[in-house]
């Protein structure tokens, strides 16, 4: 088996089996190993306690023979990567913490200094706690838990990718979910490691789990969240060098990594983004001259101006990606009233206005469709219909006549999406309807006139 490949592909699989299927019983368990048997599986006892004591037996040797690296042959390796299979059974899981599994395997990641082993070791441990009673037991386990938080500063993906899965089962679990949160407040590093995984890694299911760990931390703990938008300069005790690394900056790399590979992981960071601008914190880091708001304003500018740049594809991507575009036009819409403050009054772009007139007049379009074929339209499509004309109405608000006048020429503005624009702005944004009927009357007499007889006072 060859160690070095990629857990990506391999433990997403093999290390999280679908709940309805067992792994095939470890060599020797027979239908008359009954009194042998774990529970109500065919697994034996036996051979899983002479697995793991010899689990126990070559970490020891190791560690008073050599000071080398540790190597576990291919039997090895593959006997507990059957363990961690196992483990996805609750009654298995049960019997390991009977035999004092969690002890054992916290020893052999202290120990080892085997990449693979570690990632075996936690994989195993990541299984067990898909149950709350054994999530319950490994999270009381406070040597455990120190030991499983320091991990996320280990240089191997596959390790770190198993500690994020560990992590985010256990604050997934309402019952245990304080208590790693206390823990993961007590130390700074866990921000600092997981922001270098962000801003530094390409690992794409690792970034994934990342940055679900991430959003259900922020998610759980607001306090948390400030905290974490604030760079923390490293004392002059520490001699960790990732503490200053900025948050905003962090997840704006990840998403640019994720951007075409993975869609659910952009919808992910998206998400935190998205919470990022509910708090004080968020905003003040997003408005700052130095920081990177006016960076992440241009990225979900072009990410979706070219996702809804074809006319002929807009139906499908609107339908496939009304998730994440909910997301980048909320977050777009917070960072509009930025502007100021990043010394730019109106960088709107003009491709980014006629996107938002596409999405909306897209909207009236399969509104009218559903209304005569008597269909519901879809919650987020509404939802994205709803963002966007409050997005428009805040540019609508203070829209130049130049621009308008651009718009016409390019295009960009037509009779059609006009009369859409002013439908989603009646009869919540009066102000920013008045303001562009009022601007079109200078521009296009013609238009403005449209819209008096179609919209009359």
Same mark, same amino acid.
């Given at each position: 088996?060859?160690?070095?490949?990629?857990?990506?592909?391999?433990?997403?699989?093999?290390?999280?089996?679908?709940?309805?299927?067992?792994?095939?019983?470890?060599?020797?368990?027979?239908?008359?190993?009954?009194?042998?048997?774990?529970?109500?599986?065919?697994?034996?006892?036996?051979?899983?306690?002479?697995?793991?004591?010899?689990?126990?037996?070559?970490?020891?040797?190791?560690?008073?023979?050599?000071?080398?690296?540790?190597?576990?042959?291919?039997?090895?390796?593959?006997?507990?990567?059957?363990?961690?299979?196992?483990?996805?059974?609750?009654?298995?899981?049960?019997?390991?913490?009977?035999?004092?599994?969690?002890?054992? =395997? #916290?020893?052999?990641? @202290?120990? %080892?200094?085997? $990449?693979? &082993?570690? *990632?075996?070791?936690?994989?195993? /441990?990541?299984?067990?706690?898909?149950?709350?009673?054994?999530?319950?037991?490994?999270?009381?386990?406070?040597?455990?838990?120190?030991? =499983? #938080?320091?991990?996320? @500063?280990? %240089?191997?993906? $596959?390790? &770190?990718? *198993?500690?994020?899965?560990?992590? /985010?089962?256990?604050?997934?679990?309402?019952?245990?979910?304080?208590?790693?949160?206390?823990?993961?407040?007590?130390?700074?590093?866990?921000?600092?490691?997981?922001?270098?995984?962000?801003?530094?890694?390409?690992?794409?299911?690792?970034?994934?789990?990342?940055?679900?760990?991430?959003?259900?931390?922020?998610?759980?703990?607001?306090?948390?969240?400030?905290?974490?938008?604030?760079?923390?300069?490293?004392?002059?005790?520490?001699?960790?060098?990732?503490?200053?690394?900025?948050?905003?900056?962090?997840?704006?790399?990840?998403?640019?990594?994720?951007?075409?590979?993975?869609?659910?992981?952009?919808?992910?960071?998206?998400?935190?983004?998205?919470?990022?601008?509910?708090?004080?914190?968020?905003?003040?880091?997003?408005?700052?001259?130095?920081?990177?708001?006016?960076?992440?304003?241009?990225?979900?500018?072009?990410?979706?101006?070219?996702?809804?740049?074809?006319?002929?594809?807009?139906?499908?991507?609107?339908?496939?990606?009304?998730?994440?575009?909910?997301?980048?036009?909320?977050?777009?819409?917070?960072?509009?009233?930025?502007?100021?403050?990043?010394?730019?009054?109106?960088?709107?772009?003009?491709?980014?206005?006629?996107?938002?007139?596409?999405?909306?007049?897209?909207?009236?379009?399969?509104?009218?469709?559903?209304?005569?074929?008597?269909?519901?339209?879809?919650?987020?499509?509404?939802?994205?219909?709803?963002?966007?004309?409050?997005?428009?109405?805040?540019?609508?608000?203070?829209?130049?006549?130049?621009?308008?006048?651009?718009?016409?020429?390019?295009?960009?503005?037509?009779?059609?999406?006009?009369?859409?624009?002013?439908?989603?702005?009646?009869?919540?944004?009066?102000?920013?309807?008045?303001?562009?009927q009022s601007v079109l009357s200078e521009v296009d007499p013609r238009l403005a006139d449209v819209m008096r007889k179609r919209f009359p006072a």
């Amino acid at each position: 088996m060859d160690e070095n490949r990629d857990v990506a592909e391999d433990h997403e699989t093999s290390s999280s089996p679908p709940m309805e299927r067992n792994p095939s019983p470890p060599p020797g368990s027979t239908d008359e190993d009954d009194v042998d048997a774990i529970g109500d599986t065919v697994y034996s006892k036996h051979w899983l306690f002479s697995t793991l004591t010899h689990l126990i037996q070559i970490v020891a040797k190791h560690s008073e023979d050599s000071a080398d690296d540790l190597q576990i042959t291919d039997e090895e390796e593959e006997d507990l990567c059957k363990v961690w299979d196992m483990a996805m059974d609750k009654d298995v899981a049960g019997f390991l913490l009977e035999f004092k599994a969690p002890d054992i =395997l #916290l020893g052999v990641i @202290a120990k %080892s200094r085997c $990449p693979r &082993l570690t *990632e075996i070791c936690v994989g195993i /441990l990541g299984n067990m706690a898909c149950f709350p009673d054994t999530c319950l037991t490994l999270s009381q386990n406070e040597a455990l838990g120190e030991v =499983l #938080l320091l991990l996320f @500063a280990d %240089s191997d993906p $596959p390790t &770190l990718l *198993e500690t994020s899965r560990l992590m /985010l089962t256990c604050v997934s679990q309402e019952d245990v979910s304080s208590l790693w949160l206390q823990r993961i407040r007590r130390h700074a590093s866990v921000r600092s490691n997981l922001l270098f995984i962000m801003c530094s890694s390409t690992n794409i299911h690792l970034l994934e789990k990342v940055g679900e760990l991430v959003d259900k931390l922020f998610d759980l703990d607001e306090e948390l969240m400030k905290t974490w938008v604030v760079p923390h300069p490293a004392s002059e005790e520490s001699e960790e060098s990732n503490s200053n690394l900025d948050l905003v900056t962090c997840l704006l790399e990840a998403t640019k990594t994720l951007r075409s590979e993975s869609p659910n992981g952009l919808e992910t960071y998206l998400h935190v983004v998205h919470l990022l601008t509910t708090v004080e914190e968020g905003m003040l880091a997003f408005a700052s001259p130095e920081g990177t708001g006016k960076a992440l304003w241009n990225f979900l500018s072009d990410l979706v101006c070219e996702d809804l740049s074809h006319t002929e594809e807009l139906m499908v991507q609107l339908q496939e990606k009304k998730s994440v575009l909910f997301l980048a036009f909320a977050v777009l819409q917070t960072l509009y009233g930025c502007q100021d403050q990043w010394g730019s009054s109106d960088d709107t772009s003009l491709s980014l206005v006629a996107t938002i007139l596409r999405v909306i007049e897209f909207h009236y379009k399969a509104e009218d469709e559903s209304t005569e074929k008597d269909e519901v339209q879809d919650e987020h499509a509404q939802n994205l219909a709803e963002i966007t004309a409050e997005f428009l109405a805040d540019i609508c608000s203070n829209i130049s006549q130049e621009t308008v006048s651009v718009l016409l020429k390019k295009g960009f503005l037509t009779e059609k999406n006009c009369l859409s624009a002013a439908s989603s702005l009646l009869p919540h944004f009066q102000n920013s309807f008045q303001h562009l009927q009022s601007v079109l009357s200078e521009v296009d007499p013609r238009l403005a006139d449209v819209m008096r007889k179609r919209f009359p006072a």
